[in-house]
């Protein structure tokens, strides 16, 4: 490529004598980033835009942007190139001419972070003699789960959003964050998990040091910005309507959702599922997804609209039968207890109730008292006496324990679901070996039995269970048939 000559015009870096000449230390690049690295060193070789360099006073890292930087063909003063190197796998090499957008010579930035129970901030800046200067500042409203972050986590956490908003300064700057948090130690445990794990591997890509914060300087500044970053107003404040419908044929199965807010606001979305589901499977399929809509908008508040029976689980035990089921052992221990004297029924329904909810039920394989309450029960009597429970009582790590017992429950309270589904499925096999099957065919008459949603409101157990007689009008296959 032609060149202009240097003695009627180059490029001279403006460096302040000063200043310490900065070397990074060699950065790990993945396997992609380092053949790619390798092969655009390669083509600048050839065509001459760099040269091998054996000794260096700067020396930044390769950094790996998709953008198309371009060369213009004006060199860089002599003097200079060995200002603008970098270092790859193989040698170290530098411009002879200057890269648009080149930034390697660049001297360090000093990041000053600050937390609030609602906001994070940050202030990145330079520093010249002994004034600093700054370069840009960020600041973020916690959502939900943020802001129950511990402190030192709301702390890397300001480090991690302000090096993605300021990706170009991090990856062509050494970041020195001053700070009196042991940020450092905490990033550097090697037993780390979840977030804090993540994090440290989105941060090991940039030249990130660690110094003691010194004088307040400019971390007054990340304060002030912190302070007035307000809450951040969610739409969980306000209570939202979702409405759910789906629906299922020959042709497949699908669902819609219509999210409604304050004001007139609306969000919908269609689904159409891959797998075979009945109608009420694809209005539960439909209610997680719109459950997980609210989730990702910070909605807390919300309040479901349907037209079918859901949640086959222990906490909806309406819906499965549970309630009836309990009604009838209820009785029958209230029966036992009555004899003769019916009317004494008010007086001794608590003795009942408690007997029920400490009794391990058959269908869950669970005491209905701890899986509501995630512990085991203790009647009064238990406590006057020494037992292992009474005696082995820590109150100090009692809130810790407790705190464990809740965090497991869900998960019993799953086993327990799965374990009542495998009992209905076993009664429900025992009972279909008796049940023999009916085929109709079109024009014969046939009753329809009553969904208890659509039942009349009001007429409780005296309302009908059946309706018609209807007439089949066309058999569609698989025990459908359109009336």
């Known amino acids: 490529m032609p060149k202009i000559d240097p003695n009627i015009f180059c490029h001279k870096l403006a460096i302040n004598p000063l200043i310490r000449p900065i070397s990074q230390k060699k950065r790990h ?156 130690q905490i990033l550097a445990k090697p037993e780390l998990a979840g977030r804090l794990i993540k994090w440290l591997i989105e941060l090991s890509e940039y030249d990130i040091q660690y110094q003691s914060r010194g004088a307040i300087k400019s971390q007054a500044l990340a304060n002030f910005i912190a302070v007035l970053t307000a809450e951040e107003q969610t739409p969980k404040d306000s209570v939202w309507t979702l409405y759910i419908d789906g629906a299922s044929n020959s042709k497949g199965s699908r669902a819609g959702i219509l999210l409604e807010g304050d004001h007139g606001i609306q969000f919908k979305q269609s689904l159409q599922f891959t797998f075979h589901a009945s109608n009420n499977q694809a209005e539960y399929e439909a209610l997680i997804a719109g459950l997980r809509l609210a989730q990702t908008m910070g909605i807390t508040r919300i309040n479901i609209k349907c037209d079918s029976l859901l949640f086959s689980s222990v906490e909806h035990p309406q819906t499965n039968g549970l309630a009836k089921a309990a009604n009838k052992i209820i009785l029958q221990g209230l029966k036992k207890k009555l004899d003769d004297s019916k009317r004494e029924w008010a007086e001794l329904i608590h003795e009942v109730l408690w007997s029920y909810n400490t009794t391990e039920q058959s269908s869950t394989k669970e005491t209905p008292f701890r899986l509501v309450y995630g512990c085991d029960v203790m009647i009064p009597i238990e406590v006057s006496l020494q037992n292992i429970r009474t005696t082995n009582t820590n109150e100090n790590n009692n809130i810790a324990n407790r705190r464990v017992e809740l965090d497991l429950i869900e998960e019993d309270r799953d086993k327990s679901a799965l374990q009542q589904l495998a009992t209905k499925r076993a009664i429900a096999r025992k009972y279909n070996k008796k049940i023999k099957t009916r085929i109709f065919l079109e024009g014969d008459l046939v009753f329809k039995k009553v969904e208890d949603i659509r039942k009349p409101q009001g007429h409780g157990k005296l309302s009908a269970n059946w309706e018609g007689p209807f007439r089949i009008h066309k058999v569609i296959g698989k025990g459908a048939y359109k009336l």
């Open 29 to 184: 690049l993945g396997a992609d980033k380092r053949a790619a690295s390798i092969e655009e060193t390669t083509k600048l070789l050839n065509t001459g835009f760099i040269k091998e360099l054996q000794y260096s006073t700067w020396l930044a890292n390769v950094v790996m942007v998709k953008k198309n930087n371009g060369y213009n063909q004006i060199l860089m003063h002599e003097a200079d190139q060995d200002k603008v190197a970098f270092i790859t796998d193989n040698s170290n090499f530098c411009y002879k001419v200057m890269p648009f957008g080149l930034n390697n010579a660049g001297k360090p930035l000093y990041l000053y972070l600050s937390i609030t129970d609602h906001a994070i901030s940050s202030v990145l800046v330079t520093e010249i003699g002994k004034q600093q200067h700054s370069v840009y500042f960020i600041s973020k409203s916690l959502q939900n789960v943020e802001t129950r972050y511990p402190k030192l986590e709301k702390l890397a956490l300001a480090l991690v959003t302000t090096a993605r908003r300021l990706r170009h300064y991090f990856q062509s700057h050494t970041i020195v964050v001053r700070t009196e948090q042991p940020l450092r």
